[in-house]
């Protein structure tokens, strides 16, 4: 039997090429192989056989460069565990103080109306509906691949979310919202995306046209359609979108704001809708 630290040596071997810090990921796996915190892992001596052999299979496919939480289906965002899988986009940790923006946003509101437009996994609309038991939460998603992954963390959660399978353009909503949330696909056609992205995660959840801007410019519209005077949107963007995006609001939105992620990065911005 293979100790756990030779185990980890020998992942984070087959590991080096693919990616920046291949002792984390292989931390990670064997974390999620085994059930056990990364803390814990590091004390146990070995692992059982089935335990092994889940790890070894994990980090032959990491070496392919799949994600970690495709290989796991789970992910991880605010309070949230989260299944995820081909077809839906990974949530990302700076994609999170969208959900503190709205939360601020809607406080006063006793039961406030909220739409995610492009819901994907279900991060945002489960974190919202979660953190803000008072809140009407719809997900609005168009494709059935995503839509799969969005009922299906619905139900794990135990959260009371509505779910429209349903274009931006066409989703029959008009000024019944009190706030929008939405991370839509922003990525300018051309640009470079690390292998585990560009090879694994659904380019229709990532690239919005050759500037980026389109799919923005036709949730921004959306937004403003769905809103009541006074609703609040909050909308995430490539880091350098910020004045782009600040004209795609300016006709129907003021207080348009650029936001900052942990990294301090531009990542969304939140407008009032006029």
Known sequence: MTSARDLRNWAENELSAVTADPGLDALILMSEATGLSRTHVLFRDSLEIEEEELFRSW???RKNHEPIQYITTR???????LE???????PRPESEELVSAIKRAVTNLPYPKVLDLGAGSGALSIAIATELPGADVTALEKDSAAAHWLKRNIDTSEVDVEVQVSDVQSFNG???????VANPPYIPSGQSLPAE??????????????????????????AARVL????????????????QV?????????????????????????????
């Open 75 to 81: 992910a991880y965002f605010r309070n949230l565990t």
């Open 246 to 274: 600040a004209s795609l609001m300016a006709d129907t939105f003021s207080e348009v704001t650029l936001h900052y992620d942990l990294n301090k990065r531009p990542r969304f911005s939140s407008g009032v809708r006029k």
């Open 228 to 243: 009541k005077s006074g609703g609040y949107l909050a909308i995430e963007h490539y880091e350098t979108q910020g004045t």
């Open 59 to 61: 980090i032959a496919r």
């Open 174 to 180: 008009s000024t019944l919202f009190d706030a929008v």
């Open 84 to 90: 995820v899988g081909p077809g839906v986009l990974i």
């Open 197 to 222: 992205v560009m090879n694994f995660e659904p380019h229709v959840a990532l690239f919005g046209g050759s500037d980026g801007l389109v799919i923005l410019r036709e949730f921004i519209g959306a």
